[in-house]
């Protein structure tokens, strides 16, 4: 039995409680070796002397009671002590389960996260596999060729497809593959004198995702039959009126009358009045060249291939790319301000970012970026802004709040814009992506421009980001 030890008038003593004794002895030893036994309920005691000799006492002492009653403190004592013990024991057992628990709970959020994340990465980026096929058709001495030169924003030195003053010069289908998922189709006139043409031209409109029916002069009724074969096989066709040029020399209303004949003739709402005069060889060197409307055309075009997701396969190919770039980088800015509402939003808000760089790196590069690569250059910009990337990746398992999200869509808006801001910076100016020096000084400065410039936006809801225009506030980085 564990022997307790107290004090009682300047004298050590030991008790114990005699387990073998149903009653409970309370068993006291003195300094000297002698035991006292004590029964519960008994008036007299035992003494037993080391030597053994036994001899009984009577308990009701003044000294004897106030030893019983130290002895009874001591061993209640000593009770609680070891109560706390085992409630200490108990709670180190517990949080220890618990310290187990929530490794194990990290280790699968972490990999639930990973592979979250792998699959929006995957599914941001499939698009970028696909093929693009636009189709520019029309009858002969359309400016179908000239068109495709100034859609592509070609100069007479680079020019893609081939333009020549004799009338009806592009007599078969002719692709142009100018990039490997990317192919323009010049087609023969729907009514080319040749009606193998005609048939070749068919066949093509199957296979195509946009078609352009280009159309010139006043407005032709049997035009009607081919815009309606064109709508019946593609998912999209757009109406140019192309040489507007030759209504210089009349009143504007001369225009603006063939333009509504020929929205009536075709039952179309929208026409693009263009111009793309000076592509023929022959133009001398110095006429200028004369592009009008085009840029509207490639806007709605874009618009309709974005909801495809084939627009930055076409933008790959344009001189200019800084206005895609804006575009890429102020949807993923937007994106990842709505996503921070979401619970797990690291997953989301990582994926984004990560696609972010595929397309810009395809933009730039023609070449889809690998999974590996994209998700290796994120740890740079997070170790340069740990703070934040870590209370975002901790706040995704953390009930909404309202300010939790406030924050975490304003802390997920600016290190997007100044990742994706340093990435284009690198690969606009043709430096290795794979450059983590460039990358780190130049995502540190734009970091703090983006806090500030956010910051002040004084947002109380997440919500109040669609109203931005993140466009605008990309521009100023870029």
């Not at 200490?88 to 618990?98: I, N, P």
């Not at 040749?194 to 093509?204: H, I, K, M, V």
């Not at 806090?451 to 936006?457: D, I, Q, W």
Request: proline content about 3%.
């Amino acid at each position: 039995m564990e022997e307790i030890e107290f004090y009682y008038e300047n004298r050590r003593y030991t008790c114990n409680i005699s387990q073998d004794n149903p009653l409970g002895t309370l068993l006291i030893k003195n300094p000297e070796g002698a035991v006292l036994e004590i029964t519960k309920g008994q008036q007299t005691g035992q003494k037993k002397t080391i030597t053994g000799s036994i001899g009984q006492v009577d308990l009701s002492h003044p000294y004897l009671q106030g030893l019983i009653s130290a002895a009874q403190n001591a061993k209640e004592k000593q009770i609680e002590r070891t109560r706390e013990e085992q409630r200490q024991a108990e709670q180190k057992k517990q949080l220890e389960f618990q310290r187990k628990k929530q490794a194990e709970e990290i280790a699968q959020k972490e990999e639930n996260f990973i592979q979250a994340v792998e699959i929006q990465f995957e599914e941001n980026i499939k698009s970028l596999s696909q093929m693009l096929k636009i189709a520019f058709l029309g009858k002969v001495s359309s400016g179908k060729s000239s068109l495709i030169n100034a859609y592509l924003e070609r100069d007479r030195s680079d020019m893609l497809a081939k333009v020549g003053a004799e009338a009806g010069i592009t007599t078969e289908p002719c692709e142009f593959q100018i990039s490997k998922n990317v192919i323009l189709i010049d087609l023969p006139g729907l009514d080319d004198i040749r009606a193998e043409n005609s048939r070749l031209t068919q066949n093509y409109l199957s296979r195509v995702d946009v078609s352009i029916l280009v159309v010139t002069g006043a407005a032709d009724a049997s035009q009607k039959k081919h815009f309606n074969n064109l709508k019946a096989h593609c998912n999209s066709v757009f109406v140019v009126l192309n040489k507007i040029d030759e209504w210089d020399k009349l009143n504007p209303s001369a225009l603006e009358k063939v333009i509504n004949q020929w929205q009536q003739t075709l039952q179309l709402e929208k026409i693009y009045p263009c111009c793309a005069n000076g592509y023929d060889p022959e133009t001398r060197s110095d006429i200028q060249l004369d592009i009008r409307g085009v840029d509207l055309l490639r806007q709605d075009i874009n618009g309709f291939l974005d909801t495809k997701g084939k627009k930055l396969l076409l933008a790959h190919q344009m001189p200019d790319k800084r206005p895609y770039a804006v575009g890429i980088i102020a949807g993923a800015v937007a994106l990842v301000a709505g996503q921070a509402i979401l619970p797990g939003r690291a997953a989301f808000i990582t994926a984004t970012q990560a696609a972010a760089i595929a397309s810009l790196y395809y933009l730039y590069t023609g070449e889809i970026l690998s999974k590996g690569t994209a998700f290796a250059m994120l740890p740079i910009f997070a170790g340069q802004a740990v703070a934040s990337s870590v209370f975002l990746f901790v706040t995704s398992f953390i009930p909404p709040t309202g300010v939790i999200e406030v924050a975490a869509a304003i802390t997920a808006a600016s290190i997007t814009i100044a990742m994706l801001s340093a990435v284009n910076f690198v690969l606009e100016s043709g430096a290795n992506i794979e450059d983590k020096e460039l990358l780190k000084s130049k995502f540190q400065s734009y970091q703090k421009q983006a806090e500030a410039l956010l910051k002040g936006l004084a947002l109380s809801d997440v919500r109040n980001f669609n109203k931005i225009n993140f466009d605008e506030i990309v521009n100023k980085f870029i």
